[in-house]
């Protein structure tokens, strides 16, 4: 069998889970959107599910997989439902809908419903992506709270830079926050992970974990809270084909690495077809049986290429770790231009195997 496969910690999943709950006291729902970010979103969220408060996802086809598997616990969806037609599901499988655009608010009203809904009201505190304006906000609260469809009301933004303390960004999106929700009461959600590890003063109520339950740091600076986490995905693979070449010759696609000295290439079992992102450049590091070697040329669809002249006790075999343990996605994520987010939702044809 082809050695590529992501080994999943689910205990790593829920200290990373127990470590954002207790930075802060609050609830925390669990975000498994998008598979949870290539984990596996049935086997995370039975994995968290006698610790978890709830879980956050994007949309109601990720809800109703969930619920198909047996997850009980309250599932939020992040965007609220796109279509009037989905309302009536969310009644039927206690779904929580975030509601962000008046026409939603609309299709709320003229809609028959069996049950009343959990709503999650979202504030444009300043990302400009979702959510009612500040001058928008306090009526359009007052109008759900007199809606008999409405079950319970949280008052929700969202942080743009919450991963750059420096920038006073966040400082600006909590003014508008506080001011916009003057009067109104109920309880709040404002922290993604970064929020959760950087900013204890925006708290809130319910804390909305994604990134960090998989163990990545969504910093790009070493940050204290954040080096308690622990990498959840082992991406791994192993060499399946070694050479000795002469310095001077080229390896891979388009001759982008030119040896330098008499080099040892390992060829690994990992390509752009499992995820491994291809604008990862020359010098990205790997762990070969634990030691740090780094990517020569570049990422093929199913193979990448190894330097293994300053391991000598590397060969045929060795297993190859991508990241994971020793190796953070997000150092590896920053020498491809792109995001640990970003790695972990592109895994793809690797089987994963969990341990927990
Ligand atoms: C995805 C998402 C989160 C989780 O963000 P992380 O940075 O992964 O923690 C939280 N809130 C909302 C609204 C999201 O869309």
Not at 54 to 61: H, L, S
Not at 87 to 116: G, I, K, M, R, S
Not at 137 to 156: C, G, H, Q
Request: glycine share 8%; net charge negative.
């Amino acid at each position: 069998m082809r050695p590529a496969h992501a080994l999943i910690d689910l205990n790593a999943l829920r200290q990373n889970y127990l470590l954002a709950k207790s930075l802060s006291g609050q609830r925390a729902l669990a975000v498994i959107k998008a598979n949870a970010y290539g984990h596996g979103a049935v086997q995370c969220a039975e994995a968290l599910a006698d610790i978890a408060d709830g879980f956050a996802v994007a949309c109601i086809e990720e809800a109703l997989e969930l619920r198909a598997a047996g997850v009980s616990k309250p599932i939020l969806l992040l965007e609220g439902w796109f279509e009037a037609d989905e309302l009536p599901l969310l009644a039927e499988h206690n779904l929580w809908a975030v509601l962000h655009h008046a026409e939603q608010l609309n299709q709320l009203e003229q809609t028959e419903l069996a049950a009343p809904l959990h709503i999650w009201l979202k504030l444009d505190t300043g990302m400009h992506r979702v959510g009612f304006s500040p001058t928008e906000y306090a009526d359009t609260w007052r109008r759900l709270e007199r809606n008999n469809k409405v079950a319970s009301l949280t008052k929700m933004t969202h942080f743009a830079r919450a991963d750059e303390p420096d920038t006073g960004r966040t400082e600006e999106q909590l003014a508008v926050f506080a001011q916009a929700n003057e009067g109104l009461n109920g309880p709040a959600s404002l922290c993604n992970s970064p929020g959760i590890l950087a900013w204890p003063s925006a708290h809130g109520d319910w804390l909305r974990p994604g990134i960090m339950l998989y163990g990545a740091t969504p910093f790009s600076f070493v940050q204290p809270q954040a080096e308690q986490l622990q990498p959840v995905m082992q991406l791994e693979s192993k060499i399946i084909a070694v050479r000795e070449l002469p310095a001077g010759e080229p390896v891979g696609y388009g001759s982008r690495f030119i040896t330098q000295r008499p080099t040892r290439v390992g060829v690994v079992a990992m390509g752009y077809a499992d995820g491994y992102p291809r604008h990862a450049k020359d010098g990205t590091p790997v762990l070969v049986d634990g030691q740090r070697s780094q990517l020569i040329g570049r990422v093929s669809m199913d193979m990448l290429t190894v330097d293994l002249t300053d391991l000598p006790g590397s060969s045929l075999g060795s297993t190859i770790r991508l990241w994971g343990a020793g190796l953070n996605a997000s150092e590896v994520a920053a020498w491809a231009d792109s995001i640990p987010y970003q790695l972990f939702c592109n895994l793809n044809r690797v089987p994963r195997r969990y341990l927990g």
